[in-house]
Nanobody, 116 residues
Framework: QVQLVESGGGLVQPGGSLRLSCAAS????????MGWYRQGPGKQRELVAT???????NYADSVKGRFTISRDDVKNTVYLQMNSLKPEDTAVYYC??????????WGQGIQVTVSS
């Protein structure tokens, strides 16, 4: 199994930036893709961004041009740089990994609040 620990959330004003980090441990050699999902108040969990072991990225339309996902395979960490944050970005953000065997692992979630 893979264990995930998120950090970097908090309160930020509209237009501000935050960087989320997610450190993976355990069976990290099985990881194919890493990503971020979020769940806003009263909403379903949705994809934010993913990155594969080969570096291919995928973003939700709502964050394209504002968010950047990256990974450091030496540190076994995935990052989400969030710029030009909007109130509608307020959510609990979850780190996710997908193994080559299509097994998923989830972090505990971290709160991001965008408010003036």
């Amino acid at each position: 199994q893979v264990q995930l620990v998120e950090s970097g959330g908090g309160l930020v004003q509209p237009g501000g930036s935050l960087r989320l980090s997610c450190a993976a441990s355990g069976r990290i050699f099985t990881i194919y893709a890493m990503g971020w999902y979020r769940q806003g108040p009263g909403k379903q969990r949705e994809l934010v961004a993913t990155i594969t072991s080969g570096g291919s990225t995928n973003y939700a339309d709502s964050v394209k041009g504002r968010f950047t996902i990256s990974r450091d395979d030496v540190k076994n960490t995935v990052y989400l740089q969030m710029n030009s944050l909007k109130p509608e970005d307020t959510a609990v953000y979850y780190c996710n990994t997908m193994s080559y065997g299509l097994e998923e692992s989830w972090g505990q979630g971290i709160q991001v609040t965008v408010s003036s």
